[in-house]
């Protein structure tokens, strides 16, 4: 029976075959992309899963309110860990403290390194300082070394296999020394497995927390209002997470001043949430919205429903010709069930040479897809039961939605009516079907492009925003060290390079992720404001570097110290001023130093992403917070032009800091890296977009291609009665353009929800205009009569003679 089953499944798609190729194409792209989609899925969600207790593990977080709003901080003071420890006496053992180190140099004296030590620099989310309870909360496997001792004593460090081996070949790395900064050795006293990509605890390097205060990476060792990001507390927690958090509500009110306590409290973040929370930093310094999980979901469902839409479409469509086949069977004995099975076994078999196909498409995808989206992801068929699950499951699925409803039809055909050939159109509730799967098809294409459309109109304003400052032919390199002098022979060596307009020192760009957030007080206030300010260390070549405008005053005076202070139009009228000169003269207070007047008022420029709203800043000089030189070309002067002038400022680094790596990063490089995120939702909105064209198309082609051949008689008798190609063209294409217009009513309100809650999440954002909807119905309709047009003028060009002859 199965055979059989086979055969004739295998006749009739070879009968034909070239809606039978439609079907494969339309089926082949929309399991493709759900199998690809299924693969990013699967990859997000794995983040720090592999850790066994990471249902009980949660990171301490500070839930902050201000007069202009609320945040969260993933930064804990240093001085509360003891004081946590002293106050849950017991959970000794369940709660520890993570220090990061941000780009970091590590040199190594190994075997492989002829005449002296090698260097590596690191990037941030390399290298951590974490307790010996670290290894209690978050699982690891040990090669060498006891999770317990290995760091306990200071200057010691535990490397993943991956390290070990970047830094020491494949001799054992246990013993041997690594110096961090150029200041401080480590002993390997531990040796662990690499743990999976897929956490937002990277660290391959981890460094003894007793080395931290001598190591002096952090200052402000008993101070509660210093809170750095890089500093996060980790607890496992065995009781009732909201029994904690509201005892946490007093330890907040215990330890920090009675201001901060009533503006900010500590709350409990599952390790879970980590990866999908957006609004708080972690050390991989990648998130994803569960919104974005969502809508990968849900497109890939989409495209699935597409491909099996034309199944149906062209089953129905070409019912006709296989009536007489179902009036044979049923006389023959069949069973309306037989035909089910067999014309779901056609179907199923559709499928199966799909399902290969779709996996061809995505093994040779996955690289391409991993680099759009810079993920490290692979692709191994029997490697994991959860991929060949689903696929089983998604050929099932294809199966039944594709293949139930045109089964139900066939096999409901009277064997007399279809012997007799009097079976001659599909019924008027068939027809509605059919157009309201190709309204629905359209429908979801035309969501894809108006996403489309939008995300590329955000994008386009992104890059050409006025941010209040220049950004072109500005180079960015770290600063290692500020040794007395140091910094002055590498400004006036850089200065004297042809090319190099000039060099400035300060703690960052204008616009920078990390920023350095303190009190503010105004003139003679008791207290500090209700509200923080984000500093921005810079001497006085900082404004000139960077093009921004003084609106008031003048530029500060050369100092080392904070003596002089520049402020921004945000926090002028943040202090109830308007006129940028009334400010000029008045006292000023942060992060609790002596007061120094307001000498400028800079036009505001924006100091985070255009994410979120300008903050109020206030720039002055203090010389040991410079950890970034700017340098500005005075022109492009070509590939070859740039490629000289960056040899000549690696020379002078190498000769000012000749024990560290030189790094560097074009501002504009810099700016474009913030909206990765929405760079790569645009790219996989256009290429989703455009397979869910194609799918469309490839059905529409298919349907118009039956209609054109079922009304053979009747375009041969409208000619003889003299109806032109062009009636012959509308008759085609009047009614499909109705359903395109149809859809695109549909997918405008849809899609305006949509966009419009993505762009909620700026506060620098387009906004969504009746034009994007013209274009995407003019791009639908265009597309539309593209894929008639070659059947309809086909059919209209044909001889009527011959059209007529035929019947």
Partial sequence: MLRNYLTTAFRALKRNWSYSLINVVGLTFGLACCLLLFLVIRYELSYDRHHASADQLYRIVTHVKTSEGEGYNSGMPLPALAALRTDFPEMQQDLTMISDLRETLVATNAPQAPGGLRRFEEPRGTMAFVEPEYFRLFSYQWVQGNPATALVNPNTVVLTET??????????????????RNKMDFVVTGLVKTPPVTTDLPFGILLSFASLKEFGANTGWDDWQSNSS???????????????????????????????????????????????????????????SRRMIWAMGLIGLFLLITACINFVNLATAQAIRRAKEVGVRKVLGSSRMQLVRQFLGETGFLTGISIVLALVIAYF??????????????????ANQEVVGFL???????????????????????????????????????LTLRRSLIVLQFTISQMLIIGTIVAYNQMEYFRSADIGFRKDAILTVPIPEKKPGQLEVFRNQLAAIPGVESVSYGMSAPSANGNWWTSFQFENAEKPSDFGVVMRPADTAYISTYGMKLL??????????????????????????????????????????????????VRDFNTFSLHRKTDPCVLATHRNAYNLAGIKFAGQGGTAGISQLMASVEKTWMATFPDFLFKYEFLDQTLANFYQGEERMYSIFRLLAGIAIFIGCLGLYGVVALMAESRTKEVGIRKVLGATTAHIFSLFSVDFLKLVLMALVLASPIAYYVMDKWLADFDYKISIEWWMFALTGLLATGIALLTVSFQSVKAALMNPVTSLRSE
């Fill in 365 to 382: 995808s996955v690289p391409f897809l991993a680099d759009l989206l810079k993920i490290q992801l692979t692709f191994s068929l029997f």
């Fill in 552 to 601: 008031a005053g003048r530029n500060f005076q050369p100092a080392d110290t904070m003596r002089e202070a520049i402020i921004n139009e945000t926090l002028l009228h943040k202090v109830g001023l308007n006129d940028p000169q009334q400010a000029i003269g008045r006292l000023i207070s942060v992060g609790g130093n002596p007061k120094m007047p307001i000498v400028g008022v």
């Fill in 392 to 430: 089983l499951l998604l050929g099932m699925v294809t199966t039944v939605l594709a293949g139930f409803y045109p089964a139900l039809v066939l096999s409901g055909y009277q064997p007399v009516q279809a012997l007799k050939s009097k079976v001659r159109v599909v019924g008027s509730g068939h």
């Fill in 163 to 180: 390290m070990a081996e970047k830094y020491f070949g494949t001799a054992s790395p246990i013993g041997k020394i690594i110096r961090v």
């Fill in 230 to 288: 890089g500093v996060q507390i980790y607890l496992k927690v065995s009781r009732d997470p909201a029994q904690l958090e509201r005892q946490l509500v007093a330890f907040t009110k215990k330890y920090l001043p009675a201001e901060d306590a009533q503006r900010q409290r500590y709350e409990l973040q599952p390790l879970s949430d980590l990866h999908f929370n957006p609004e708080i930093s972690t050390y991989s310094d990648r998130t994803v």
